[in-house]
């Protein structure tokens, strides 16, 4: 056991997320998981993350975008939090640019319900460099499905509810090697479930007494997934932790 001392400031709290080799991932694409949680592990308070979530959390929870060619986010989540489209810094454009990606990431929303915000700015106003998606299953509402094909890029993956797997591979066909995943934490327990996070960004802010809500729940029966600690990191009380999956 060793006691970790603060050491000196990071000048950039985002440049050891980018040093990251996420080249070799388990499967077709690198799937990262960046939550927040109170010091009980709890994901929410009063419904929602944004409660929950500190001054250096919600920059660095900003910031994180860069390094994603896609953002995967549940439909719960969309709607609690009020979603809308990826901004990102002029240099953090640029820099995105200069290697071969589009300026801002787009949005993955996962849904089998497709009930949504058809005319939020996520949908009515996504770019055309980063067409806003939506993952749902062959047994979604016809209706919906065909509502859903008018404001976003409708991927079929699975057949009655939406399996990670195949998620996953329709994403990497499309050229999309670095998948960010923002939760919710049902979404984050069935990649989990299916062996598909290869790292989890956990930052773990200093409150306590929210809602029942793990960061992930995972489905009854799935294994155990072993998680090697990479990083720490820590800013006004709140503690940054990266994981890389063992095995």
Do not use: N
């Amino acid at each position: 056991m060793k006691i970790l001392e603060f050491g000196a400031a990071v000048p950039d709290p985002l440049a050891p997320y980018l040093e990251v080799d996420r080249s070799r991932p388990q499967h077709e694409c690198w799937v990262v998981g960046h939550m927040v949680a109170g010091l009980d592990g709890t994901a929410a308070i009063d419904g929602r993350v944004g409660s929950l979530s500190t001054r250096p959390d919600q920059e660095l929870f900003r910031r994180m975008r860069q390094i994603a060619d896609i953002v995967m986010v549940g439909a719960e989540t969309v709607r609690r939090e009020g979603y809308g489209l990826v901004k990102l810094s002029t240099e953090a454009q640029e820099k995105r640019v200069s290697l071969g990606q589009p300026p801002t990431p787009p949005v993955a929303v996962v849904s089998r319900s497709l009930d949504l915000d058809w005319t939020g700015s996520l949908f009515a106003e996504a770019p055309e460099h980063a067409p806003t998606h939506i993952i749902t299953c062959a047994a979604a509402d016809p209706a919906r499905l065909a509502e859903a094909k008018k404001f976003a890029t409708v991927i079929i993956a699975g057949e009655e509810s939406v399996e990670p797997e195949a998620a996953l591979s329709a994403l990497a066909a499309r050229g999309h090697r670095v998948v960010l995943c923002e939760g919710g934490p049902r979404w984050l327990g069935e990649l989990v479930a299916a062996d598909r996070l290869d790292e989890l960004c956990l930052s773990v802010a200093p409150l306590m007494g929210g809602d029942l809500l793990p960061v992930s729940v995972t489905p009854e029966g799935a294994g155990i997934a072993r998680f090697g600690l990479k990083g720490i990191m820590a800013e006004d009380s709140t503690l940054f932790l990266r994981y890389e999956v063992e095995g």
